[in-house]
């Protein structure tokens, strides 16, 4: 079937629930046993629970995988997936990404005796030299928070897998409507639902959508023991956001894109950072791999800290607040917000300079949005 038809559909079937339309909220920590030694399909909601498995099940169809995976946060997502490896394994990590993953793997795995090894991954002769030393597995995020650079998932998958290294990729830009990475050959796809998946601002939840019945019992069994899972209120609220994501994701494009292009001409702007422009170094990637580009980009601005509090604290309708994906558009200054609990210097090698604005375009009239970033540039 359809993705916009799997969207609506995939994981709830209404006869399994007297009928109703939408999945019911099982909201129990616990199920009775149907008699001694003998648990129904559910037990205990850390191990499982209906309305959790129904977003799963419509997660696993979303991105082609064999099993979904919901979770409390995109962050208990990465921690989970990165308890799937032990003291001494070596990651290869995309040079330019998130700034919590970051800090995930910096301030917490590290000490643990799991590296992370950063690489830029656009350019595949140093993934290859890095790759001669045993790796466990190559972490890509695609196109990247928020610089939207892209990384090659086909080739890069490729070459991970001829040296035995597991590839994870974070979808969360693009959500699967607009790439599913696991068509290319990548192992386990990551999202932050919190932003276009859920997409109303309301949930923080994270994903794991897996291939091949290995890794997605070894991920099952780290869900359940860590209880690192999302509740049920967040799952219905998460499957009822994903209803519209095919919808939300054209519209957040075509706003997103003219929004770009309009800031590409204005004089106060001095580069656009989007891949759906001709002018992006990895536009043709961007058409062979993905197919749009969803509501976030950057931009770099002319005229120092003046002209940017002049912009930050002159829009109306765009917030001034972090995340992204959801209806309402944003606008964020990685420097201080997003990626503050970088150092200056990391930042600065990764080239989020102080100049650097992200928008998270939203779905209100395209006109009030040019109109409100027009004022706040005069
Ligand atoms: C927000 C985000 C995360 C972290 O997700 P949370 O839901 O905030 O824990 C991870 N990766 C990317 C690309 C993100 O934008």
Sequence with gaps: MHFKTLAIHAGHNPKDHLGAVMPPIYQSSTFAFRDVAQPGPFDYSRSGNPTRKALEDCLAA????????????GMAAETTALMLFSAGDRL????????????????VFRNKGISAEYVDLRDLEA???????????????????PLMNLTDLAAVSKLARAHGALTICDNTFLSPYFQRPLDFGIDIVLHSMTKYLNGHSDVVAGALVVKGEDLAARVGELQNALGTCAGPQDCYLVMR?????????????????????????????????????????????????????????????????????RLLRGVKVFLLAESLGGVES?????????????????????GIGDDLIRLSVGLEHVDDLIADLAEALS
């Excluded at 200054?333 to 990764?350: C, E, I, N």
């Design 241 to 309: 956001g994903i209803k519209t994501l095919p919808v939300r994701m054209e519209e957040h494009h075509r706003n997103a894109l003219a929004i770009a292009r309009w800031l590409a001409e204005h004089p106060a702007v001095a580069e656009v950072l989007h891949p759906g422009l001709e002018s992006h170094p990895q536009y043709a990637l961007a058409q062979r791999q993905m197919t749009g580009c969803g509501g976030t980009f950057s931009f770099r601005l002319k005229g120092g800290n003046e002209a940017l509090y």
């Design 62 to 73: 979303l991105e082609g995988g064999t099993r979904g995976f919901a979770f409390a946060t």
């Design 127 to 145: 993934l290859r030299v890095a790759l001669a030393t045993p790796a466990a597995a190559v972490w890509i995020e695609t196109p990247t928070n």
């Design 330 to 350: 944003l606008i964020d200054h990685p420097a201080t917000m997003t990626h503050a609990s970088l150092s200056a210097d990391v930042r600065r090698q990764m």
């Design 92 to 107: 290869i990590v995309h040079s330019d990404l998130y700034g919590g993953t970051y800090r995930l793997f910096e301030s």
